[in-house]
């Protein structure tokens, strides 16, 4: 896909599945929520999750986003690197207001009261940006199309 395509993909897809090192060494696969920002992919969960245990131990993830009920629909996008965990509370209220938006179907004009709303919860919480090393995406539709 190219970077639009890419882009256009993950603004409709609905889940990642993220996948960090559990204490054991086996990869612990989890599905989460995300937001798009200009700057990456944001998801958020509480701060004493085992998610965030591992990633303490071992930032380096692999992410996984992909739709398609048959092979020649399949598209998706994987994604290796690392994560940040964020816990500036501005920016915890700001990707959980728009969860709401993206997940919830909350009216966007609410946005920023949901925000200011969340700021006590938003001690609990973090903020994981995803910082991709590489990226990899396939768009099964295209086969199709090269076949016609």
């Given at each position: 896909m190219s970077q639009e395509e890419l882009a256009a993909f993950l603004d409709q897809c609905r889940t990642l599945i993220l996948c960090t090192i559990g204490p054991d060494g086996v990869p612990d696969p989890v599905p989460m929520w995300f937001h798009r920002y200009d700057d990456g992919l944001y998801m958020r969960t509480y701060a004493k999750s085992q998610k965030v245990a591992n990633l303490r131990r071992d930032p380096r993830v692999s992410v996984l986003a992909e739709v398609g009920e048959r092979y020649a629909?399949?598209?998706?996008?994987?994604?290796?690197?690392?994560?940040?965990?964020?816990?500036?509370?501005?920016?915890?209220?700001?990707?959980?207001?728009?969860?709401?938006?993206?997940?919830?179907?909350?009216?966007?004009?609410?946005?920023?009261?949901?925000?200011?709303?969340?700021?006590?919860?938003?001690?609990?919480?973090?903020?994981?940006?995803l910082v991709p090393d590489a990226v990899v995406s396939w768009d099964h539709r295209k086969l199709a199309e090269a076949h016609a």
């Amino acid at each position: 896909m190219s970077q639009e395509e890419l882009a256009a993909f993950l603004d409709q897809c609905r889940t990642l599945i993220l996948c960090t090192i559990g204490p054991d060494g086996v990869p612990d696969p989890v599905p989460m929520w995300f937001h798009r920002y200009d700057d990456g992919l944001y998801m958020r969960t509480y701060a004493k999750s085992q998610k965030v245990a591992n990633l303490r131990r071992d930032p380096r993830v692999s992410v996984l986003a992909e739709v398609g009920e048959r092979y020649a629909e399949l598209r998706g996008a994987q994604f290796t690197g690392t994560i940040e965990i964020v816990t500036d509370t501005d920016r915890i209220c700001e990707v959980f207001a728009d969860l709401l938006v993206k997940y919830e179907g909350m009216d966007p004009s609410r946005r920023a009261a949901a925000a200011a709303g969340y700021r006590e919860k938003a001690a609990q919480m973090v903020a994981l940006r995803l910082v991709p090393d590489a990226v990899v995406s396939w768009d099964h539709r295209k086969l199709a199309e090269a076949h016609a």
